[in-house]
């Protein structure tokens, strides 16, 4: 295949091993692997978008292109995520989920936390490895409006998007130091906010039991 890159970029670090399908499907390939990362599917989506950073950073692809591309395929991954999300039957998922201990009393609350809190999941979890793919799947199951999900994604992507463009244009070859050190602070800031998510849910979880405590009582 002639390739869609007048000149090979070398990649640092861990991006190396992505040079070669850029050189060969440019614009196509960061679209399809952001495509597919967004609904589940296993590939490098985060890091094809860094290594087109970089190629764009070099003259070798338009940044704009890179960016209405990005957007477009992961505004479209999650709204397919979403679909798969939505039209997995209930019932179906309860009847599976008792072996991982998931109860209609569970999976409801976890639907009334992502109603009120839904929209800042959506775009803080397009930043964080393994929400980002799970997140319109979620959305959908949980039952979330769709045009309330879309609003707060396409936020999300934007900012995503955006954010890994500039570092990638503008870090170069030092950026595999940068994504090292993004991906832990991210990883942190996913063990803190599960750590603050199961605080809420216990201690709502103790309010109803004192208030069922109390109203049993009184009776």
């Not at 609904?39 to 890091?47: A, H, I, S, W």
């Not at 999300?85 to 992502?114: C, I, K, P």
């Not at 216990?202 to 049993?216: G, I, M, N, T």
Request: hydrophobic share 55%.
């Amino acid at each position: 295949m002639v390739s869609l890159i007048a000149a090979t970029v070398v990649l640092p670090g861990i991006l190396a091993h992505l040079g070669p399908t850029l050189d060969h499907y440019g614009y196509f390939a960061v679209f399809g692997f952001l495509l597919l990362e967004d609904f589940g599917v296993p590939v490098p989506g985060e890091t094809i978008l860094i290594a087109a950073a970089i190629y764009a950073g070099a003259g070798q692809l338009n940044p704009v292109v890179i960016g209405l591309l990005g957007v477009t395929a992961a505004v479209l991954g999650d709204n397919i995520g979403f679909a798969i999300g939505h039209l997995v039957e209930r019932n179906a998922l309860l009847r599976y989920g008792r072996f991982v201990m998931l109860t209609d009393q569970r999976l409801r609350h976890a639907e009334e936390f992502f109603d009120h809190h839904g929209g800042k999941i959506i775009v803080i979890a397009r930043f964080v490895e393994g929400l980002r793919q799970a997140n319109g799947i979620v959305a959908g199951l949980t039952g979330m409006k769709w045009l309330r999900f879309l609003f707060f994604n396409v936020i999300g992507a934007v900012l995503w998007v955006g954010c890994w463009l500039t570092v990638g244009v503008t870090a170069g070859s030092h950026i595999t130091a940068v994504y090292n050190g993004i991906t832990h602070y991210s990883l942190i800031a996913a063990i803190a906010a599960a750590l603050i998510v199961l605080a809420v849910f216990l201690l709502r979880r103790a309010k109803r039991r004192r208030s069922v405590e109390h109203a049993d009582a009184l009776d």
